[in-house]
């Protein structure tokens, strides 16, 4: 349970699968390693840098570069403040979907349906994609 | 009829995706065990510095180096741990831990100011006493707070910070 209860807004944006994790991750903390969230999803570069480009096209999230004593910048991803806001509605928007689902099929709930809820590899395509390089 | 499309992706399953990722940042938020010692032995040495009321040249090269040091070592653990935390991201448990441990900073930071002030030393066996405290609770609270936030991101009672921008 988050400290401060957000009002339930399902988001499309933050609700495919690698996105929610991505949130999830950055909600607790200030910022993480690019290489951090990477390995935790266990994706290519190039993946991440996609998606976390949608978040960041939707103001949800932002980089910022930090040199390294080897000389090679390193890049931190953060949620901004609507991110936060956003995603804390969003599993709010979960919760009560999840409620309100349970004991019955999912596909007969129209609050699901509704929500425009979308296959768990929606967004997994090219994992094994050519890794581009975040931190050029 | 044969159906392609893969299966939604439920709140439940959502949900359990979120608490996974959770453990997974809070597995990751164990602090270096030199992070602690080393930040409390340079508050200490500014602080006994400070008590001792040492030449100012001594005190000035002193905090510069002290700030250098906590300038690397946040570095050093942000490179070892992928990760950065700050007070916005305390809970209600952690943020009780962290106020304790700025308390007795203010007030042995204040003490050790005292010859600033008055200009007379300190014995020196308050400004060791000083020091030891600095020392103590920066690696006892702040393994304290640590704990507590790993306990409240897994359990989801971590704050919402506000975010910079």
């Given at each position: 349970?988050?400290?401060?209860?957000?009002?339930?807004?399902?988001?499309?944006?933050?609700?495919?699968?690698?996105?929610l994790r991505?949130?999830?991750?950055?909600?607790?903390?200030?910022?993480?390693?690019?290489?951090?969230?990477?390995?935790?999803?266990?994706?290519?570069?190039?993946?991440?840098?996609?998606?976390?480009?949608?978040?960041?096209?939707?103001?949800?999230?932002t980089t910022?570069?930090?040199?390294?004593?080897?000389?090679?910048?390193?890049?931190?991803?953060?949620?901004?403040?609507?991110?936060?806001?956003?995603?804390?509605?969003?599993?709010?928007?979960?919760?009560?979907?999840?409620?309100?689902?349970?004991?019955?099929?999912?596909?007969?709930?129209?609050?699901?349906?509704?929500?425009?809820?979308?296959?768990?590899?929606?967004?997994?395509?090219?994992?094994?994609?050519?890794?581009?390089?975040?931190?050029? | 009829?044969?159906?392609?499309?893969?299966?939604?992706?439920?709140?439940?399953?959502?949900?359990?995706?979120?608490?996974?990722?959770?453990?997974?940042?809070?597995?990751?938020?164990?602090?270096?065990?030199?992070?602690?010692?080393?930040?409390?032995?340079?508050?200490?040495?500014?602080?006994?510095?400070?008590?001792?009321?040492?030449?100012?040249?001594?005190?000035?090269?002193?905090?510069?180096?002290?700030?250098?040091?906590?300038?690397?070592?946040?570095?050093?653990?942000?490179?070892?741990?992928?990760?950065?935390?700050?007070?916005?991201n305390l809970?209600?448990?952690?943020?009780?831990?962290?106020?304790?441990?700025?308390?007795?900073?203010?007030?042995?930071?204040?003490?050790?100011?005292?010859?600033?002030?008055?200009?007379?030393?300190?014995?020196?066996?308050?400004?060791?006493?000083?020091?030891?405290?600095?020392?103590?609770?920066?690696?006892?609270?702040?393994?304290?707070?640590?704990?507590?936030?790993?306990?409240?991101?897994?359990?989801?009672?971590?704050?919402?910070?506000?975010?910079?921008?």
């Amino acid at each position: 349970m988050m400290a401060r209860r957000a009002a339930a807004r399902f988001d499309e944006i933050i609700h495919a699968p690698h996105r929610l994790r991505i949130c999830a991750l950055l909600a607790p903390v200030e910022s993480m390693e690019f290489g951090t969230v990477r390995d935790d999803l266990g994706v290519a570069d190039s993946v991440l840098s996609k998606q976390f480009k949608v978040l960041t096209d939707a103001g949800y999230a932002t980089t910022s570069k930090a040199a390294a004593p080897t000389g090679r910048a390193r890049t931190w991803l953060a949620l901004t403040r609507s991110g936060r806001k956003a995603f804390a509605g969003h599993l709010q928007a979960l919760r009560e979907l999840a409620a309100a689902a349970e004991g019955e099929p999912l596909a007969r709930s129209a609050s699901v349906a509704g929500a425009g809820v979308e296959s768990p590899d929606r967004d997994r395509g090219d994992e094994h994609g050519q890794a581009d390089d975040p931190q050029q | 009829m044969e159906n392609n499309a893969s299966p939604p992706y439920d709140p439940a399953a959502a949900l359990a995706d979120v608490d996974s990722a959770r453990r997974s940042v809070a597995d990751r938020l164990i602090t270096p065990w030199w992070y602690h010692p080393t930040l409390g032995a340079i508050l200490a040495a500014i602080m006994l510095v400070a008590a001792l009321d040492l030449h100012d040249v001594v005190r000035l090269v002193v905090s510069l180096g002290g700030a250098i040091g906590i300038g690397l070592l946040v570095g050093a653990y942000q490179r070892t741990t992928g990760l950065w935390v700050d007070m916005r991201n305390l809970g209600p448990t952690s943020r009780r831990w962290w106020f304790a441990y700025a308390v007795i900073v203010m007030v042995v930071t204040g003490s050790s100011l005292i010859p600033t002030a008055s200009g007379r030393a300190l014995p020196v066996w308050l400004a060791v006493l000083l020091a030891a405290v600095a020392l103590v609770a920066t690696i006892v609270l702040g393994r304290r707070v640590d704990s507590a936030m790993r306990e409240e991101i897994r359990s989801g009672a971590a704050a919402l910070p506000k975010a910079r921008r």
